[in-house]
């Protein structure tokens, strides 16, 4: 069975940081591709970062030079570094596991963690 358990979330003072994790297993885990997505509430899912099977990250304009994104393969584990949080940044983030490989692909989520940015 495929689990994917974000942890690391809660409330921050803006400029303050915070770093999530995704913790995965039932997959061969070094294989796949991570993302990490975030909702607010009213809108949606947004991407955030990735980071590929190969270690190559990107993300997204609005959190390029605060956010970075990094896995240990040895833990199955990927994490958000997230400095200078701002309110806007505040939502559910979620973890993404993508994976294709002979014609099939493979997706899994998480269950998600909430960000507070608030003073």
């Known amino acids: 069975q495929v689990q994917l358990v974000e942890s690391g979330g809660g409330l921050v003072q803006p400029g303050g940081s915070l770093r999530l994790s995704c913790a995965a297993s039932?997959?061969?885990?070094?294989?796949?591709?991570i993302d990490w997505y975030r909702q607010a509430p009213g809108k949606q899912r947004e991407w955030v970062a990735i980071?590929?099977?190969?270690?190559?990250?990107n993300y997204a304009e609005s959190v390029k030079g605060r956010f970075t994104i990094s896995r240990d393969n040895t833990k199955n584990t990927v994490y958000l570094q997230m400095n200078s949080l701002k309110p806007e940044d505040a939502a559910v983030y979620y973890c993404?596991?993508?994976?294709?490989?002979?014609?099939?692909?493979?997706?899994?989520w998480g269950q998600g963690t909430q960000v507070t940015v608030s003073s």
């Open positions: 039932g997959i061969i885990f070094s294989s796949y591709n």
């Open positions: 980071i590929t099977s190969g270690g190559n990250t």
């Open positions: 993404n596991a993508e994976l294709a490989v002979l014609g099939r692909r493979y997706n899994y």
